[in-house]
Each structure stands twice: as structure tokens, then as C-alpha cells.
């Protein structure tokens, strides 16, 4: 199961941290990814990271503006979204890939949370 928060509307500029809390899974190394789908476009993917050695992936939109991490205690994966722009609004979603694998194709992730919406106003 995973379970987003954290979304909501803010001002071109601004920052907004997304939350996943996730449970049930029993792999022994897997990857939690973000994604993000707006309106009349394909979701597509935005980071991801590994959980054998927390390397990191990020598509180039939002390279040097957004930073993936987890915290293992509490099986939390986070999402910190700096500078945002208009054009990162979008319902924003995490996933489970059951293996660690630094990939964004969403084909490849098999568990889905309900999602949250991000809205950046210009």
C-alpha cells in the first residue's frame, strides 16, 4: 500500500514537500518512484530511488529543483520540490518497482498510491 500526501497550491517560486508512506511489501531491495501526470498529458516520471544504496534518478525537468529521499524507520519516501513552476502542476503519485532498478518507465512499476495534487499559480 502506498499513501501520498502533502500536495496542494503554491506560488511560482515556492516549495512544497511531497510524503509516500508505504507498507506491506516484504522485497528484500526495491525502488520507490515519483511520478506526476497533468492534465490532458502521459504521467511521467520524475524520481526515483534505489533502496540497496539510495543512488538517485531524476528526469531533466527537475534536475537541481527536486530531491528524492526516504527514511527507513518510519518507511517513508519523500519528495522536496524547490523553485516550482507552473508547468509542474500535475496529480503527483509514488510506486513500487520489486526490484532496485534506476528506472522512470512506469510500465516497469507495479504498485500505485491514489495520487496528490500539486498546483504552482504563476
Known amino acids: 500500500q502506498l499513501v501520498e500526501s502533502g500536495g496542494g497550491l503554491v506560488q511560482a517560486g515556492g516549495s512544497l514537500r511531497l510524503s509516500c508512506a508505504f507498507s506491506g511489501f516484504v522485497f528484500d531491495d526495491y525502488t520507490i518512484g515519483w511520478f506526476r501526470q497533468a492534465p490532458g498529458k502521459e504521467r511521467e516520471g520524475v524520481a526515483c530511488i534505489m533502496t540497496n544504496d539510495d543512488s538517485t534518478i531524476y528526469a531533466n525537468s527537475v534536475k537541481g529543483r527536486f530531491t528524492i529521499s526516504r527514511d527507513t524507520a518510519t518507511n517513508m519516501v519523500y519528495l522536496q520540490m524547490n523553485n516550482l513552476k507552473p508547468e509542474d502542476t500535475a496529480v503527483h503519485y509514488c510506486?513500487?518497482?520489486?526490484?532496485?532498478?534506476?528506472?522512470?518507465?512506469?510500465?516497469?512499476?507495479?504498485?500505485w498510491g491514489q495520487g496528490t495534487q500539486v498546483t504552482v499559480s504563476s
Open positions: 510506486a513500487v518497482l520489486e526490484i532496485a532498478n534506476d528506472s522512470l518507465d512506469i510500465g516497469e512499476y507495479g504498485a
